[in-house]
């Protein structure tokens, strides 16, 4: 089954002097327990793409459906998990409550809240960090509470958008490999937002290369990686073969001009 | 510890020692013209005698901190805490009439700044108003106010709370609506993604976070009610309160009643202005230190 089916989707932003056309005639179908990666300069909607499937941005036209309906009603039957770019984290409620959150606004008892918290907190890493205050943490960690604080409602579909662009390399390796093992150990369907080649083909089963002005799909790439993966995946001929397609696709774009 | 004596304690030490200086001073300069025409012509003259009379005057022009403390002990202790007299009991009536007002203003403030951060309409309407209301002097106002409240039967602490809390809602209003619209765009999408209702976005977000701009509009808007309490006591007749003392002081010339009202006044400000910072302190530590 698709989760995502997109179909001709444009989105247009009236600017001050000029309407700037964000996305055009976009396509874009996301299967059950994919993980596609959106990759692009700034600029190419790859950002605005993620927002319209979480029904933050208004489509201008086109067709969308988020399992099988519109994005709205998926957005009002919380159908989905959303990592900004920034932790976006409360800062006057410690990790374990920020994390309860999205639990409380379902209005489910506290026990049980306390207790789904303390699950996620173990999968990311955080038990140690429960009563400690956002900024108390490194960013890095700040992220794995953001990611901890989606996923606390089990959703099925996990949108991220450039979760790991602010941190150094180290933290972001970390991190793309937790997430990596997140989502094979969990089986939801992943879309991620990002604008590095490598953190790209490490973590899909589907590169969408996409390019600016307007913003519009160029090329989907299938990755032939196998499912279980480790950080030297990244030394191997087969990787560096397909970083080598998602780079070859950019310039076509004309993303290096 | 003596470092700390170094950089605060000591300026602060330093900066009231002459202050205090000059207020004994600027006393003897001012009170000692009236002072050698109350002494006795035959009895000793020279410096020591006028300063012994500028001591011991009734009605000094400007009296002395000393001078004024004795005064204020003399009339909390040598009299029954329910004589009017007693300068506790007035300012009981006033902190009442301060309490109350400020408990009206920041419901009023902050409903209203609700208000307005929801809807737009009430926004363009309502806030030039808002603002306008306080380029009216409350000195015009406050007459006014006990006039029209006392026909429709509102007497005593009503009006004078009434006034209060018109000069005090405005820093709250102004305050919450910048606070209220402080959450940033991330976080309302968040809360969008979670299909939060508007009830709980004021929860959950807007509220908590308006935290940081409620506490310092309360600082201001306690400085505001007492201020509000002694204008709204001066024009009922001179019955109770720190205002009204102020006014009768000034009418008989009365320093002693006069300073002794301004500085219970000051007093109360500080008390009401601590219990804020308590309240501060108390939600800075819930929040694990900062707000």
Redesign the interface.
């Known amino acids: 089954m698709n989760v995502i089916e997109a179909e001709k989707l444009n989105i247009v932003f009236n600017a001050a002097d000029r309407p700037v056309v964000a996305l055009q005639d976009v396509d874009l179908t996301v299967a059950e327990g994919d993980f596609v990666s959106l990759i692009g300069p700034s600029g190419c909607g790859k950002t605005t793409l993620l927002r319209a499937i979480a029904d933050l941005t208004p489509l201008t036209s086109g067709d969308l459906r988020v399992n099988g309906i519109s994005a709205e009603e998926a957005r009002r039957q919380r159908a989905y998990g959303y990592v900004f770019q920034a932790p976006a984290l409360f800062p006057w409620r410690n990790i374990t409550r920020n994390i309860t959150l999205p639990l409380e606004l379902l209005k489910m008892p506290k026990p049980a809240r306390e207790q789904r918290a303390a699950e996620n907190m173990e999968l990311l890493g955080l038990s140690a960090f429960g009563r400690k205050f956002p900024w108390q943490l490194s960013g890095g960690m700040q992220q794995r509470v953001s990611i901890a604080r989606a996923l606390s409602f089990k959703p099925s579909l996990l949108l991220m958008d450039e979760p790991f662009g602010a941190l150094d390399e180290i933290t972001r390796d970390n991190l793309n490999l937790h997430l990596h093992e997140l989502w094979r150990r969990t089986g939801m369907t992943c879309v991620f937002v990002t604008h590095s080649i490598p953190e790209a083909v490490f973590l899909s089963t589907r590169i969408v290369v996409m390019s600016p002005r307007p913003g519009r799909v160029l090329k989907i790439i299938e990755t032939t990686l196998p499912a279980v993966r480790q950080l030297d995946l990244r030394e191997t001929p087969a990787f560096i073969a397909i970083a080598h397609q998602v780079r070859e696709a950019l310039r076509e774009g004309h993303s290096y001009d | 510890m003596t470092d700390f004596l170094r950089a605060r304690a000591l300026p602060l030490a330093t900066v009231t020692a002459m202050l205090l200086a000059a207020w004994y001073v600027a006393a003897y300069v001012l009170n000692a013209p009236q002072a050698e025409a109350l002494m006795d012509p035959d009895g000793p003259q020279g410096f020591w005698a006028v300063l012994q009379a500028v001591w011991s005057m009734d009605r000094p022009v400007l009296p002395t901190p000393d001078q004024i403390a004795t005064n204020l002990l003399n009339s909390i202790f040598n009299n029954p805490i329910t004589s009017p007299r007693n300068f506790l009991l007035q300012t009981f009536y006033t902190a009442q009439t301060a309490v109350t007002g400020l408990a009206l203003g920041a419901i009023f403030g902050i409903a209203l700044a609700t208000g307005i951060v929801h809807s737009r309409v009430l926004d363009r309407s309502v806030m030039p108003w808002v603002i306008g209301s306080q380029t009216i002097p409350i000195l015009a106002i406050a007459p006014m106010v006990m006039v029209a409240l006392g026909n429709i039967g509102f007497t005593g602490l009503a009006p004078k709370a009434a006034i209060v809390g018109y000069l005090s809602f405005f820093p709250i209003t102004v305050g919450m609506v910048k606070g209220l619209r402080s959450p940033?765009p991330?976080?309302l999408?968040?809360m969008?993604?979670?299909?939060?209702s508007r009830t709980?976005i004021f929860t959950?977000?807007r509220w908590?976070?308006s935290?940081a701009f409620l506490l310092p509009a309360l600082k201001v808007a306690v400085a505001l009610s007492v201020t509000g309490a002694i204008v709204a006591e001066l024009p009922t007749g001179a019955t109770v309160g720190l205002g009204a003392r102020l006014l009768a002081g000034s009418y008989y010339g009365q320093t002693f009643m006069m300073w002794g009202a301004l500085v219970l006044a000051s007093a109360l400000a500080l008390t009401l202005i601590g219990i804020v910072r308590l309240a501060e302190f108390w939600l800075r530590h819930a929040?694990?230190?900062?707000l």
């Open positions: 940033e991330m976080q999408d968040l969008r993604t979670y299909n939060a709980a959950k977000l908590p976070v935290m929040r694990g230190g900062r």
